[in-house]
């Protein structure tokens, strides 16, 4: 048994001793072929690198050209965007002038048509149009700054049409010369023209129609004829206050007012200060003949301002000097109260008639301004009624206010004076009443 048993291990060891040879052999032989992959595999890798250096340089190079090619693009690109933004700005331009060319000889076509010239325009050769229209304007225009004679026919200041010659100077105006009836022409509205009442252009109208100067021209001018030029009226009294509307009518109340206080005050004082110096006499006279209580019955039947200060004074002569000239300032001073009746009312309305003028000068522009606001400033009689309320107005405040003052401080003066003669009156009496003790 033991010997079968180191048999098989003999032949198990010889076994393997074969088995590790082969293995060897099998790994050299995989070395081998590994190696030679390696090697094979280096040079492959060695030969895609310089191809793929080869590429890299190729495209670099088409990189650049297309680089190159983009920007010269890019620059063509601006320089043709340029070329169109100046292309449309010519056409925008081009645009601009046609439709001012269009609107130039539209104009030109409606200011010739009232003269009876007709313009055809050709929006397809604008300059031709153009040429034609100076020429029909320099033509009108030689026509107009000349005198002219043409038949025609006007209106004479009774409404009757009358056939004449017109003798136009320019289109600013026209003098019309027929029989029995010659002078300057105005619009008389619907291109009709009227005799205008100026007799002493007649002469001129007569002067120009045979072609001579006159001396001295009458004219009048007009702006055209389509809008008639009203005749001349001469306004009265009551149509300027009229025209400075409620404000100038409450001036005028104001000042007739203040003109009846004047002339009631004026009659006052002449009253007071015509009695002033004959009461004195009478009273002085009366002192010495018949004494005191005479004196006062004499006075009890006089009426007056001066009566009432010498009766005071009369009164009192018997008194101390200083007591007596202080009655007679009192009496004085009671008198003042009724020789300065309607003063302070005289002054007030010579103060107030400028301030209701002013006021009336602020309504009338607001209501110009209105009118220029709603209706523009084309039609100059529609401003008329507010200017007129501004200036009229304030004429009338002026004209009230400037007599008033005058008047008031002058008859302050008179009433002054009328004082004044009363204190003499009065201590000259008692001057003469102490030398009779």
């Known amino acids: 048994m033991k010997r079968i048993v180191l048999i098989l291990m003999m032949a198990v060891l010889s076994l393997s001793a074969a088995t590790e040879t082969e ?12 190696k030679a ?10 030969q895609v690198k310089k191809e793929d250096a080869a590429r890299i340089a190729t495209a670099k190079k088409e990189i650049a050209s297309l680089q190159n090619d983009v920007l010269v693009k890019t620059q063509t690109s601006d320089r043709l965007g340029e070329q169109l933004f100046r292309s ?39 300059p031709a149009t153009l040429q034609q229209l100076f ?32 003798v136009k100077v320019g ?25 205008w009442d100026a007799p ?53 109340v104001l000042g007739l007012f203040a003109l009846l206080l004047v002339v009631l005050r004026a009659f006052f004082l002449s009253g ?23 004196t006062l019955e004499f006075l009890k039947m006089k009426k007056g301002a001066a009566a009432r200060v010498m009766k005071a ?23 003042s109260e009724r020789l300065d009746r309607y003063g302070s009312a005289i002054m007030v309305v010579a103060a107030v008639a400028p301030l209701l003028g002013l006021l009336g000068t602020v309504t009338g522009m607001i209501a110009t301004f209105d009118i220029i606001t709603e209706f523009g400033t084309g039609d100059p009689k529609l401003l008329s009624g507010g200017i007129s309320i501004a200036l009229v107005t304030t004429e009338l405040g002026l004209i009230v206010a400037i007599p008033l003052l005058l008047l008031g401080n002058m008859l302050n003066g008179w009433a002054e004076r009328i004082k004044d003669g009363m204190e003499q009156s009065a201590l000259h009496l008692i001057n003469e009443y102490n030398k009779l003790k």
Do not use: C
């Not at 992959?37 to 040079?43: A, D, F, I, N, S």
């Not at 009458?218 to 055209?224: L, Q, S, T």
């Open 272 to 294: 007071a200060g015509s009695r002033t110096l004959p009461v004195a006499k009478e009273t002085l006279n009366e002192l010495k003949s018949k004494g005191v209580e005479a």
């Open 200 to 252: 002493e252009s007649a002469a001129t109208a007569a002067a120009l129609a045979q072609g001579q100067t006159p001396a001295s021209l009458e004219i009048f001018v007009y702006e055209n004829v389509s809008k008639e030029i009203e005749d001349k009226t001469e306004k009265s009294v009551m149509d300027v206050i009229e025209s400075g509307g409620m404000i100038g009518w409450v001036i005028i």
């Open 23 to 34: 293995l060897q052999r099998a790994y050299a032989k995989e070395f081998a072929f590994l």
């Open 37 to 46: 992959q390696k090697e094979m595999l280096e040079k492959r890798l060695s």
């Open 88 to 126: 449309q700005q010519n056409a925008e331009n081009i645009n601009d002038d046609t439709a001012l060319l269009e609107s130039v000889a539209l104009q030109g076509q409606s200011s010739l048509a009232p003269y009876g010239i007709k313009l055809a325009i050709n929006k397809e050769d604008y």
């Open 313 to 335: 004074t009369v009164r009192n002569l018997d008194r101390d000097r200083e007591h007596v000239e202080d009655i007679v300032a009192e009496a004085i001073m009671h008198e």
């Open 135 to 166: 020429a029909s304007t320099l033509t009108l225009g030689r026509e107009l700054s000349s005198v002219r004679v043409t038949e025609g026919s006007f209106y004479l200041k009774d409404g009757s049409e009358q056939k004449g010659k017109l």
């Open 171 to 195: 289109n600013i105006a026209t003098y019309g010369v027929a029989e029995g009836a010659s002078g300057v022409l105005v619009p008389a509205g619907g291109d009709k023209l009227k005799l």
